[in-house]
């Protein structure tokens, strides 16, 4: 491991004199002085300041001179001690580079302890244990208590369950940072904490320079970073949108603009040193969380290859681009989900039936006539510090045009192949007919609840990322989420031909290129309080919900068993109008219902898990549909929108402390059982 658990007094200095055999290494560093952030924001634009080349030159050779005297004015036995330990050292890291190697005769290795093949053994052993525990955390209901044990037990079942979960993108980076978190890391564990972490950070000035640079230095006062910064870099964000460095998941990006500045200045012996050094300093600042990190990584991998195995057996199908590859379409056998398929003409081969609607899958002349009238309204996607603009090209190479056609409120909305974003959240493209042309949007479908959401807006992730930072709200959740019809046409739409994988362009950008985008929250909600945010669903979507039916909020919920509204806003549950199935990563395969209320002003969607659990989705105001695909007027439903899963603090003492999620208590024991129409809802549907 490393110095600050088993290092000896006096060890540190030595460390640091056999580690400083590097060339000019400040020249990969900006010049602007140090500022202190609330984030720490990697900054690697090159510099053309000849004057700060020359300090930076003689920095690094005044450097190398002090590091040469130290060792030159050693002598008698204090020198004897300072070469053992650096050839003790010197040996540790000959055995960390060469650990991989294959040989034949291992005698011939004279660095290699006669233990060495056992802890190679023990290694293996190791990441198998850890990634059993990974993988009985997601199959066990994501409690902590699979991680901390001292080893797990998984079915060969629950394996196959976790690697499909993986395949088809069910587990998101939002639940490995959850899975995260709950490791104990080096800077709240006894013993360590951040003093003895710099100091080993500080003993090799490569990690002191990555450090330095992360957390907003230069090269003029590196030398500064100290241990408060250090704590800084993996507090907790101040603000939501801020960079999270707590887990390695955060340190991803730090890492890769790091390691991709330096490469084009470095020879590849000092690239090689550097990127060793990354990976300590990783190690140091993360623990078993890395640990972790890395065994989820390689399960993933494993998933992945296993689904690309089954991609290159599978038969091309319509609409689907040459350079994508696909997730096998998710299977709902224990639901009620007949489908009849149906061939008409040319101009509409197949038409997909359920016992509440349709779809129909779009022949190739058709789409690309719709793409001939496709119309983007996004703001510019920044990609590498260039900006993007989407075009119906670029949705056409990457297959996304139209394939599928849905009526919602005699309104023909045309869908794309569902495709992945990075870190598995699905998503797909919509294209409204209006009078002034096909306006293209983008729907995401939100992992924990399982239903399809409108992008409004979004903010841009940290310089460099290439990502999306932060997802609009607009008014507010319930009035960005998508009618039931066009929730039940998506959620065929993958069952029907599985989940496009795009690998010849960034996902984010096909997907955002629609919506405007924002350098900051507080840019945001500057914009939103002034009413200067842009796009159509401001200009088309009510400010405030419809009325007040459903003004249930207050300080405490609603008792369950006084849940209630009059008649003709009720659920007719002989009425229904769509039925279909989606996942949550909380509660697993859900069955989703629709019906008409008895007046005919609302949709209800009812939801039910495979324990026949149910919950109410959404209630969905029968108001015109607007060219985002949204209804124009919206609904707040309060206590009747709880849903199963909810966050400890907004549980109101009904959560279920035996059945939690992380930061989620089940509400079923205490609160959704006893909902009169839910009771009456389950009655009718099992």
Known sequence: MFSWLKAEEGDEENIMGSAMDIVSP??????????????????????????????????????????????????????????????????????RREKNAKVLDASILPWMDENEDETLDDDALQAERTQRKIMAYFMGGKSARSLSAADASVSAMEEASFYRALEQGEITEDDVELLLLQVRDPLHTVGVGAERMFEEIASDPRKKQILALATGYNARNWQQVNERALRDFLAVPIEEGDADRRTPLGFASVKEHFLRGIKPRASESEYKAYAESMEELEQILYGQRYDFYVQFENLRSKALESARDVDERSVRKPGRSQGAKRVQPQEFDDFDTEVVAEELTEESPVRITRKSGEIVLIGTERSESILNRVVIEGGAWIENGKELYLNSFNLAEAGLGPAYEVDVASVQVYLSSIFQLPGGRAAAIGYVPTAKGVKARSYHRNNSEGLWYYLPDYVRGPEGSNKIGWYGEGYGAESLILPIKLQEALSEAERHDGMKLITGENPFFLFAGTAYGYNSRQEYNDRLATGRLKGAYYQEVSTRPSDHDFETIGVHKVAPQMLSISIDKAPDFKERIAQFSTTSILVGKVLANGFESHGGRYNWLFCRDAKNRAWIGNVEATAPVTSTGLRREWVLAGDFSTPLYEYSRQSDGYGDPRDTKGPYQCMWKNYLSKVPMIKKFLQVSL
Request: net charge negative; no cysteine; hydrophobic share 30%.
């Open 26 to 95: 400040m020249e990969f560093f900006e010049n602007e002085p140090a500022k202190k952030r609330k984030a720490p924001i990697l900054n690697l634009e090159e510099s053309e300041d000849a004057e700060n080349t020359d300090m930076i030159d003689k920095l690094a050779e005044k450097m190398s001179e002090e590091v040469d005297g130290k060792k030159l004015t050693k002598s008698g036995p204090e020198k004897e001690k300072v070469t053992v330990k650096t050839e003790k050292v010197e040996k540790a890291s000959s055995r």
